[in-house]
């Protein structure tokens, strides 16, 4: 497990959690890249967005692996949010706005992304 206060400085941990992560459980190289994009979009709106950066929340990050899946969970300890309500960043007015791109880049880049606890916590997974 992963735990981080709600400080931008702190996105900087998710590489070292995620190299740790895939030596430690002998993912495929080439899933590497996705996994670190994944988390870290996921780590940062936690961050941001769930715990409004306010340091004394914290970001919980959790990983389970069976023989079929690599399953990631993020939780942050905001009040959560409508994943449905999220502007679509591929239509032609949300192509040059700055930022709302992550969960778009965590659908496209995991087998698996799901939201629970009023989406607080996200669930991504990887087919191994």
Known sequence: ???????????????????????RHAVK???????????????????????????????????????KELCIRVCDEGPGFNPEEIPDPTTPENLVKLGGRGVFLMQKLCDRVAFHDNGSTVEIGFRL
């Not at 961050?47 to 990983?63: L, P, Q, R, T, Y």
């Open 1 to 23: 497990m992963l735990r981080l206060s709600s400080s931008p400085n702190n996105i900087c941990e998710v590489e070292g959690f995620v190299k740790d992560l895939v030596a």
């Open 29 to 67: 190289e080439e899933l590497y890249a996705n996994i670190l994009i994944s988390v870290t979009e996921a780590v940062n709106n936690a961050i941001i967005h769930g715990n409004d950066m306010d340091e004394s929340k914290f970001v919980k990050v959790f990983c389970d692996k069976s023989d």
